[in-house]
């Protein structure tokens, strides 16, 4: 059995020159639905999934109404072969009932992969870069160590508060906590029971 799946991205756009190419291949169910490729749940697609069974053959009339990226084209035919449903894409007379289709498959998979490697080797080769111009990853710190050592000093001197530590550092309790090595202070802000007063 064929299975349509027919996909517009705008509600202006029209659904009929698709369903029409797939109700001309032979589709016998055709799951329709207007939403944008980016959207973590396309329910029709789902349905159209959940219909198919072992032996039938999921139809759409172009590849990008499918999948939004090799990767993702790749990873929802893949499910289908895995569970003995062909995939069939009418533009580009792709069939992975075939051996030739199924060729092309396992060709777009290992240049998926091979991209994710590049990237992979790209994103280190950066890192070290970084590292050795003396960068690191992560977030920047939010005090200097000069700032830090203000932040103890002002703290130890006891003639402010730490709410008014914080607003001349331009920080919050819990990070001028973290800079103190105040726990103690960070856990009973935390309980909501306030600040300890400065000693």
Request: with cysteine; net charge neutral; aromatic share 6%.
């Amino acid at each position: 059995m064929r299975i349509g799946y027919a996909r517009v991205s705008r509600q202006d756009q029209k659904l009929e020159p698709q369903r029409d190419a797939l109700l001309a291949d032979g589709c016998e169910r055709v799951f329709e639905e207007k939403i944008s490729s980016r959207e973590a749940e396309r329910g029709a697609l789902r349905e159209a999934f959940d219909w198919c069974r072992e032996g039938d053959v999921l139809v759409v009339a172009r590849l990008d109404r499918l999948g939004r990226s090799l990767r993702e084209l790749i990873d929802l035919v893949g499910e289908l072969e895995g569970r003995g449903v062909g995939f069939r894409s009418l533009k580009e007379s792709l069939d992975t009932t075939t051996a030739g289709g199924r060729l092309i498959f396992h060709v777009f998979g290992a240049l998926a992969e091979f991209e994710r490697e590049i990237i992979r080797e790209r994103t280190m080769a950066g890192l070290e870069s970084a590292r050795a111009r003396g960068r690191h990853g992560g977030r920047p710190r939010a005090l200097d160590e000069n700032r830090a050592k203000l932040a103890r000093r002002l703290k130890s001197e006891g003639e402010h508060s730490v709410e008014e530590i914080c607003s001349m550092l331009g920080v919050g309790r819990s990070t001028l906590y973290r800079y103190l090595g105040d726990n103690d202070g960070a856990g009973a802000e935390e309980r909501g029971g306030g600040s300890p007063e400065p000693s």
